[in-house]
């Protein structure tokens, strides 16, 4: 589970959110500020809001930032707590404004408290103010008068920077202004100038370090020698290894050198790791550490060893439990992930499942016998261990931070989204909603859509029976009765159509869509995953306005004007910073506008990205020069400006050249978007154009760098290998390299490749996949096996299954997005996603257009033609991607 999203779930029950609109979205108000943010700045001052930071410069009499302010340099935080930050910033105000530093600060209570929450990022916690020094001096200044002025005030450390003695300052050497560059995976990232000018990656790290180029000043040495005293050599236990972090805290484990025992270590950092309820990472440990010494004894939880404190940060020392999380036994045990299940091994799983809810069941019970409420019961917090009772599994709890005596219960502070119970259930019926919620998961892990509709418990209840009949009758049905609560009214029919139920899953997942439209917003215009929050994400491809635009007008529903001026508006200046790539970026951008016959403002967008060091680029599709090629020799094409498609022909010898090979640790991803498949698809299309045989034959060298990634699975199917897990999906997994296989076999026999793309098809065709999206889910097995023509009924199971995540959004067909958290409308994760490939299905458009497909992925020939095995002969070009007719 990605934890990022869950912050993005807060400010709306269905779609995910961008956390600043917290306040107005839940209250109607506009968020409460604290007094500071409030206050009329004087003459020569500027205000400014960017996302959860309000800005304050210094400006000249023509409302320009004062010349003067280096675009670099040593930058000073300040750290807060939800309880001082009120008075910490009308200190920063009143400190800086009459000594004209420029600074900013989080303006209210809401936006301080998710910086600070338990999975924010590590990298930004604790920031709640930062000043910027003209120079050196100004520096050692501002820490010597505002560090005394703001002696003894707690904030989070902040693991980025260099402690100004006891705090609450902390200070790091990085970027006063907005620059980026190409960093290590090809895309665009936050920059500074190093010794040469150059602009390289601000790195921000949860680690303080100082750039190569850069001397620490001599008055903060004192501070960096007093960090690096700071040392685990004096205690008892040998840490070996991280096994999880969040921003309140680490998870070890460790030897306990006195005697050889495994234990593991739990860390809490003070006032960071903020839960619901305000309490810090020290305060759910302490609580933690209660609830354990009072399940002592009763096996079901591990056992309290010792407490001690380091360096501020709480340390709780446990016995270490052998076995594995329960949520780690799907990718390897559950039947469904295969393309036939064999019906000895769902009733053998049947099995297990239901042993394994029989020991979870008796283990709550058992800390329930002794007044406690688990509060976050969840399969990450079930370890099975490797030992069986008499042939049944046996499962001891974890992680009791959230537990409470269940005479004192104060609701639920934190929770797994798939298990998190309604604020009806209190109590003993908190964990009870949860054991009704692991009857679901443990045969259709898919619990978390309840948060979006809590009316989806009956529709997977019957997925769950029709697919595991050996369960007892009655099993999953009274899963539902608790899930649902007393008094529900009886089920109804779930969806308003299935996806099967063309045209009307059309016409319903397009009404959804355009439901969730707002063209009044300027950060996105269809909400979809999180992705779209980023520079440039709410226009792009994958995740914004171009993607649902294209999906809408590809598969017959109609163009949305109202979408396209939206786009074109946002397009006029886009923000600095927004990327150049084909997925993520401007140029996907590009493409769109050219084929809704904007090709003005595509050719201006194209002559922006040109007019960068795009040649630096990364290779992918998705934000590369893959992407990049492909747009713009669709853009020369179109439009006969052959500058055009001459730098997509340099864009494929950039990527023809030989280069380093990846370093050890950092291998190179594989697949469509990120891999070598998707440079190799532009060499196949760029050979169809030009004849090019070097084309063909870079585009097969491509293809075996990806193929080199793969693994056959258990059943001997074919997926990218990625060390922890196999990947069979349309973005980074196996079918994407297959689409393209179909695609280069069309042109050239091989043998290797025709035995890989046999090996690849079953992989779209297994009866479970996690999400349903086009990128990371069963619609992108949909589009694969229609484009591929594989047999109808395996493409009518798989349309049909989709039915299993859908959801209702205002009566109409939708579908959730990545972690299905929240519905998403966007081509990549979600609603949009879905409909194009259902586009995909034979006549699906109707008879006078093809079938929908990816830009660059047209339908397939109607047979494959027999072709030279050398790259000498040549073949017909597919139709372009301006055709329709058929």
Not at 25 to 30: A, L, M
Not at 420 to 447: E, K, N, S
Not at 688 to 715: I, K, Q
């Amino acid at each position: 589970m990605d934890k990022r999203y869950e912050v993005f779930c807060l400010a709306d029950r269905h779609f995910y959110e961008t956390p600043d609109r917290l306040s107005s979205s839940t209250t109607g108000q506009p968020a409460a500020l604290f007094e500071a943010a409030q206050r009329p700045v004087p003459e020569g001052w500027r205000t400014s809001l960017s996302g959860d930071w309000l800005h304050f410069t210094p400006v000249d009499e023509d409302g320009r930032p004062r010349p003067g302010l280096p675009r670099q340099g040593w930058k000073i935080h300040v750290s807060a707590c939800l309880d001082n930050a009120e008075k910490t910033a009308a200190q920063v105000w009143e400190y800086c404004v009459p000594r004209a530093v420029p600074f900013k600060f989080v303006p209210g209570r809401p936006a301080l408290h998710l910086r600070n929450s338990k999975y924010a990022g590590r990298g930004s916690s604790g920031k709640f103010a930062t000043l910027y020094p003209a120079d050196e001096a100004e520096l050692e200044r501002i820490l010597g008068e505002l560090g005394e002025l703001l002696e003894g005030e707690p904030g989070p450390y902040i693991l980025t920077d260099l402690r100004w003695r006891s705090g609450p300052l902390y200070v790091r050497y990085g970027a006063f202004v907005e620059r980026h560059c190409v960093g290590e995976g090809g895309a665009l990232v936050p920059a500074i100038e190093d010794g040469r000018g150059v602009l390289v990656p601000d790195r921000r790290d949860p680690a303080f370090q100082v750039p190569e180029w850069v001397t620490l000043p001599e008055f903060l040495r004192p501070q960096l020698e007093a960090r690096n005293a700071t040392t685990v050599t004096d205690l008892p236990y040998a840490i070996e290894r991280a096994l999880h972090f969040s921003n309140g805290g680490g998870v070890y484990a460790g030897t306990d050198t006195r005697d050889g025992s495994k234990v593991v270590l739990k860390e809490a950092r003070p006032y960071a790791g903020l839960a619901a309820d305000g309490s810090d990472a020290v305060t759910r440990l302490e609580r933690e550490k209660a609830a354990l010494e009072r399940l002592c004894g009763l096996g079901v939880a591990p056992e309290v060893r010792d407490w001690f404190v380091l360096g501020e940060h709480r340390f709780l020392v446990m016995e270490f439990l052998e076995g594995r999380t329960l949520n780690s036994f799907f990718a390897t045990r559950h039947p469904l992930i295969t393309v036939d299940p064999d019906p000895d091994e769902v009733a053998a799983y049947t099995s297990w499942a239901l042993g394994v809810h029989r020991s979870v069941e008796r283990a709550v019970a058992a800390v329930h016998s002794r007044g406690l409420v688990c509060n976050d019961l969840h399969m990450f917090n079930m370890m099975v261990a490797p030992e069986e009772d008499g042939g049944a599994p046996v499962v001891r709890l974890l992680d009791f931070e959230a537990a409470v005596p269940a005479d004192d219960y104060r609701g639920q502070a934190m929770a797994h989204p798939g298990f998190i119970a309604p604020r009806d259930r209190t109590g003993f019926d908190v964990d009870r909603y949860a054991l009704a919620c692991l009857r679901l998961a443990l045969f259709v892990p898919m619990t978390t859509l309840l948060v979006v509709d809590p009316e989806k418990a009956a529709h997977l209840a019957e997925v769950a029976a029709s697919q595991f009949p050996d369960a007892p009758k009655g099993f999953f049905e009274e899963a539902v009765q608790v899930i649902r609560g007393a008094g529900a009214p009886p089920a109804t029919p779930y969806l308003p159509c299935g996806p099967r139920e063309w045209p009307a899953a059309r016409e319903s997942m397009a009404a959804a869509i355009l439901a969730s439209a707002t063209p009044e917003r300027d950060d996105r215009l269809f909400p979809g995953d999180i992705s779209q929050f980023a520079k440039g994400g709410g226009l792009s491809f994958a995740y914004g306005a171009a993607g649902v635009l294209y999906a809408l007008d590809t598969t017959g529903c109609g163009r949305y004007g109202e979408g396209e001026e939206w786009l074109l508006r946002h397009t006029a200046e886009p923000a600095a910073g927004t990327p150049p790539g084909f997925y993520d970026g401007l140029s996907g951008v590009a493409y769109v506008l050219d084929r809704l016959g904007h090709t003005e403002r595509a050719l201006a967008l194209v002559d922006r990205i040109l007019d960068e060091k795009w040649q630096q680029l990364g290779p992918g599709l998705h934000d590369g020069l893959a992407g990049l090629g492909l747009a713009l020799d669709s853009l020369g094409r179109t439009t006969g400006e052959s500058d055009l498609r001459e730098r997509a022909l340099e864009a494929a010898w950039l990527l023809a050249k030989p280069s380093d090979a990846e370093p050890a640790d950092r291998p190179p991803r594989a697949g469509l978007l990120h891999g070598a498949t998707g440079p190799a698809l532009l060499f196949l299309r760029l050979y169809e154009h030009t004849h090019d045989p070097a084309l063909l034959d870079h585009a097969a060298a491509f293809l075996r760098r990806d193929l080199a990634r793969c693994g056959r699975d258990r059943s001997g199917a074919l997926q990218v290998n990625e060390t922890v897990r196999t990947m069979p999906y349309l973005g980074a997994g196996s079918v994407g390299i297959g689409m393209v296989l179909d695609d280069y076999l069309a042109h050239r026999h091989d043998e290797e490749f025709a035995e890989a793309r046999a090996a690849i098809l079953p992989v779209a065709q297994s009866r479970y996949y996690a999400q349903p999206g086009l990128f990371s889910g069963r619609a992108g097995m949909v589009l694969h096996l229609a484009r591929t023509r594989a047999p109808r009924d395996r493409l009518d199971e798989q349309t049909s299954a989709l039915a299993w995540y859908a959801v209702p959004y205002q009566g109409h067909l939708a579908f959730p997005g990545d972690q299905m958290m929240r519905l998403s409308m966007d081509l990549a994760t979600g609603t949009a996603g879905c409909l194009l490939a259902l586009g995909a299905l034979p006549g699906a458009t109707g008879r006078r257009h093809r079938p929908a497909g990816l830009p660059f992925l047209p339908p397939l020939p109607a047979a494959p033609r027999s072709a030279p095995e050398s790259g000498a002969g040549r073949r017909t070009p597919v139709p372009t991607e301006r055709s329709t007719e058929v």
